[in-house]
Structures are given as C-alpha cells and as structure tokens.
T-cell receptor, first 114, second 113 residues
Framework: EAQVTQNPRYLITVTGKKLTVTCSQNMNHEYMSWYRQDPGLGLRQIYYSMNVEVTDKGDVPEGYKVSRKEKRNFPLILESPSPNQTSLYFC?????????????FGSGTRLTVV | KQEVTQIPAALSVPEGENLVLNCSFTDSAIYNLQWFRQDPGKGLTSLLLIQSSQREQTSGRLNASLDKSSGRSTLYIAASQPGDSATYLCAVSGRAGFQKLVFGTGTRLLVSP
C-alpha cells in the first residue's frame, strides 16, 4: 500500500530535550515536506526537500532541522524543543513529474513540549 | 503571496442534502489544486486532485471544479451522509514554486442523521 509513515504518533517531551520525528514513504517520490498544524493558523510548511541531499526552508523553519540522506526518509529534528513547538506535525510526499501526483500525507505526530 | 480562503468556515446540514464547499485563491498561477478531508485529530486524506489544465474531477459522490481565471474551486458533495462529517481543506501549489502547498483554513462539516 502506498503510504507515508510517521513515527511516533504521539510524543510528550520536556523543553530542551532533543527529539526526532521520522517520516518514510514507499512511493519513490522525489519531493517530501513537513507541515505543522495549529488552531487558527492552519497548515504551514516547515521544510521541504526536492530530492536526496536537497532541502530548503519553508515558512516556519526556526527551531527545526531536516536531512535527506535517502530518498524514502525525511526526518524532522528538534534540537532544543520549546513549548511553542507544541503542535500537530505532518509529513507529505509527492512526485515531481509533470502533472504531479498530488500530495500524500502521513497520519500525523502530535507533539507536546512541557 | 498566495492566499487561500474557504467559505463557509462551518456548515451543518441534515443527511441527504447536496452541498457545496467553496475555495478561493488569490494567485491564479497554480500548478494544481487538491481537496483533502481531515477527521478530528487525524491525518489528511486526499479526495480529489485537479491539474491546472483541468476543469473538474469526480470521485463517487464528490465533484470538484476549478476556475483558474477567477481563482475559485468548489467541492460538491451529493446526498450527504453522517460519515461525511469532517473538516474539508483545499490546497493549491503554485507553478513557480510548486513544492509549496498553500492551505485554506478549512470548512468544518457536520451531517446530522
């Protein structure tokens, strides 16, 4: 089954403790991206990657890092989480071929930073 | 800067009604438009994808239209059911930077039995 898999689904952590949210897709998509969803603000892009070793900032990159060492994986790293990073996070992937395939989203990771 | 607006923000209808959700965007230079469904606290499920060269797409009881020149899309749901209750999001990706998907804030739909 074609899918984007995120882990963990739920995470509670303390301020300053480094964490990684993993994202993996099995569709051989070139493009991957991270979004966060907050009440009243909707979905905002954090980082995206057009292919292996190619990443760039989205609208709200502060406090986050990403890496793309393999095509299928795109982890999101919070090196020193703060309470304002409490949010619902989504990973997405898409083909970049002409016409596009639309975006496939993971099931989300609900992060709470206390 | 692309902005996406969805009207209404919330909608409550009795089962069986046909309904229309609206989406408008400010920059008509889009690559494609996608409609998603989101259940509370859950992920986004893709419903329909409309390429910029297309005018509509259909899937079962759902029909989405696109009028790029006027910056509008509508999602038509026929014979609504309680299981259709969810938040519906539209999102556009721009030609210049297609990698960025810009979302509307959604329409929260409640279908009563």
């Amino acid at each position: 089954e074609a899918q984007v898999t995120q882990n963990p689904r739920y995470l509670i952590t303390v301020t300053g403790k480094k964490l990684t949210v993993t994202c993996s897709q099995n569709m051989n998509h070139e493009y991957m991206s991270w979004y966060r969803q907050d009440p009243g603000l909707g979905l905002r892009q954090i980082y995206y990657s057009m292919n292996v070793e190619v990443t760039d900032k989205g609208d709200v990159p502060e406090g986050y890092k990403v890496s793309r060492k393999e095509k299928r994986n795109f982890p999101l790293i919070l090196e020193s989480p703060s309470p304002n990073q409490t949010s619902l996070y989504f990973c997405a992937s898409s083909s970049t071929t002409l016409g596009g395939s639309g975006y496939t989203f993971g099931s989300g990771t609900r992060l709470t930073v206390v | 800067k692309q902005e996406v607006t969805q009207i209404p923000a919330a909608l409550s209808v009795p089962e069986g009604e046909n309904l229309v959700l609206n989406c408008s965007f400010t920059d008509s230079a889009i690559y494609n438009l996608q409609w998603f469904r989101q259940d509370p606290g859950k992920g986004l499920t893709s419903l329909l994808l409309i390429q910029s060269s297309q005018r509509e797409q259909t899937s079962g009881r759902l029909n989405a239209s696109l009028d790029k020149s006027s910056g509008r899309s509508t999602l038509y749901i026929a014979a609504s059911q309680p299981g259709d209750s969810a938040t519906y999001l539209c999102a556009v990706s721009g030609r210049a930077g297609f990698q960025k998907l810009v979302f509307g804030t959604g329409t929260r739909l409640l279908v009563s039995p």
